[in-house]
């Protein structure tokens, strides 16, 4: 039996499929360490949507050739969306690594492993369009919350996208299997579930014909152990009436959604070849507010995408300041070759930068505004966890998913349990953040 570590990076779906294949691994008898050191096969699961993303991919592999020529490490497995992406130019330009999995051969990871261990080069590629084998997990966030991915694959064609010919077409997984997974995640301590797919919206669609996604929802708050349940990635033509009166409806559904609009010029949207336009995108969040005023909504948007002028960008500016949206996150257009808007005519990557940083500062100023309502108010607190460097405690609002949004720092002389719910009162901002202090601990 052997020592294999594990390096995840990328999205939260990119986590659960290597808590997956952890529990493989462990299953078949191996060790999963804690640490990469040590360790006789690191599998580096990658992410490889964007520059930056690629860029940190392979700084992690040449960090881990590093070790390896140290004989700190083993073996060196490369998986996931960059393995998928650049099949041949991995092992013929970085020799360090011995072996690579694609996305469609996640459940391979362990003869992947027991062949490195015999010296053996690993190349596999399965099919990227097959439903996926259920397991079990070994998760990696803190015991109170989890991610809870409930399909595969993406079948919006984004002009800009390269996920469906990395991840392959949409696959729901069956509702047993979810709730299944679910009720284990609750059993096991979990407070705070996390749907995530890339397009939760759409769930169901391919396996009942309908969408789905307010059943499930239903299904999850019934549930037992659940406080939150909360919704990440759902796209705004898909966000169907019954979702919405779902979501107003159940208490344990937390009044947030992750909404990427990505733009709101109706000329950029179509070459983009995304459905729906500004006015399309007006009524969406004024129905979602009218429907649950206390919604906080999150969204990403990219400047410099083909077709945006001064004019567009503007355009943009306007819309998020008349929307005042409570989480926006705006990202520099990079171009990827194999999608149509690759060889579209677009801004240089410098302009998209400082449009994107303009559209901080915009964001910031209501951000500063939204959160500064709070002062003297007692909020919902999930305790997430202890800082050393501030010497303080730090937790989350509904309106604040994890490693995305904002903090609540508490100010209190007694330690505090994670994964507790506290009514904190608001008395200050830190840096963005809200702070304050608490009243008691909510039942």
Same mark, same amino acid.
């Given at each position: %039996?052997? #020592? &294999? ?28 360490? =804690?640490? +990469?050191?040590?360790?006789? $096969?690191? $599998? ?5 949507? /964007? ?6 991919? !392979? ?13 700190? !490490? ?17 092992? @013929?330009? %970085? ?60 079948? #919006? ?7 469906? =010919? ?8 069956? %509702? ?17 579930? !996390? ?35 909360? &919704?990440?990635?759902?796209? *705004? ?13 159940? *208490? ?7 909404? *990427? /609009?990505?733009?709101?010029? #109706?000329?950029?949207? @179509? ?23 206390? !919604?906080?909504?999150?969204? =990403? +948007? ?48 410098? +302009? ?9 500062? /915009? ?38 998913? *994890? ?19 506290? #009514? ?18 909510? +039942?």
């Amino acid at each position: %039996m052997a #020592n &294999i570590g594990f390096i995840s990076l990328g999205c939260a779906k990119n986590q659960v499929d290597c808590e997956r294949m952890m529990y493989r691994v462990r299953e078949a008898g191996h060790e999963v360490l =804690s640490s +990469v050191t040590g360790s006789d $096969v690191v $599998v580096i699961n990658t992410c490889g949507f /964007i520059d930056s993303a690629k860029s940190e991919a !392979i700084d992690y592999i040449l960090e881990m050739a590093a070790l390896k020529a140290e004989g700190l !490490i083993g073996k060196i497995l490369v998986t996931g969306c960059l393995s998928q992406r650049y099949q041949e130019e991995i092992l @013929k330009e %970085m020799p360090e690594v011995d072996g690579i999995l694609g996305t469609g051969s996640y459940h391979k990871i362990v003869p992947a492993i027991e062949q490195l261990l015999e010296d053996t080069q690993v190349v596999d590629f399965g099919s990227i369009n097959e439903p996926e084998e259920e397991t079990g997990r070994v998760l990696t966030t803190p015991e109170h919350y989890a991610f809870l991915k409930i399909a595969e694959g993406c079948d #919006n064609r984004c002009s800009y996208c390269v996920i469906p =010919s990395l991840r392959g077409k949409f696959r729901s997984r069956t %509702m047993d299997d979810v709730l299944y997974e679910a009720r284990l995640l609750a059993d096991s301590g979990v407070k705070e579930l !996390i749907v995530v797919a890339q397009d939760t919206s759409r769930y169901g669609l391919d396996l009942y014909g309908k969408r789905m996604l307010p059943e499930l929802l239903t299904e999850l708050c019934k549930i037992e152990g659940f406080r939150w349940v909360r &919704i990440h990635y759902v796209y *705004p033509d898909e966000i169907t009436d019954e979702l919405i009166e779902t979501m107003a409806r159940e *208490p344990k559904i937390v009044k947030y959604l992750d909404i *990427p /609009i990505q733009h709101c010029n #109706n000329k950029i949207l @179509k070459l983009m070849n995304r459905r729906g336009d500004g006015a399309f995108l007006r009524e969406l969040f004024g129905k979602l507010r009218a429907k649950m005023p206390d !919604i906080v909504l999150r969204t =990403s +948007v990219i400047t410099g995408l083909p077709g945006e002028g001064e004019e567009e960008f503007a355009e943009l500016c306007e819309f998020l300041k008349e929307m005042k949206l409570e989480r926006v996150g705006a990202f520099a257009f990079s171009p990827q070759e194999g999608t149509p808007a690759y060889d579209m005519e677009y801004v240089d990557f410098s +302009v998209a930068q400082q449009r994107a940083e303009i559209l901080e500062q /915009i964001q910031s100023r209501i951000m500063d505004e939204y959160n500064a309502s709070f002062i003297g108010k007692t909020l919902t607190v999930l305790v997430d966890g202890y800082n050393e460097e501030f010497g303080q405690f730090y937790g989350r609002t509904y309106g604040d998913s *994890p490693d995305i949004d904002g903090r609540v720092w508490i100010a209190c002389d007694e330690a505090l349990t994670e994964g507790t719910f506290l #009514n904190i009162t608001i008395d200050g901002l830190v840096d963005g953040d809200l702070s304050g202090y608490p009243q008691e601990e909510t +039942v």
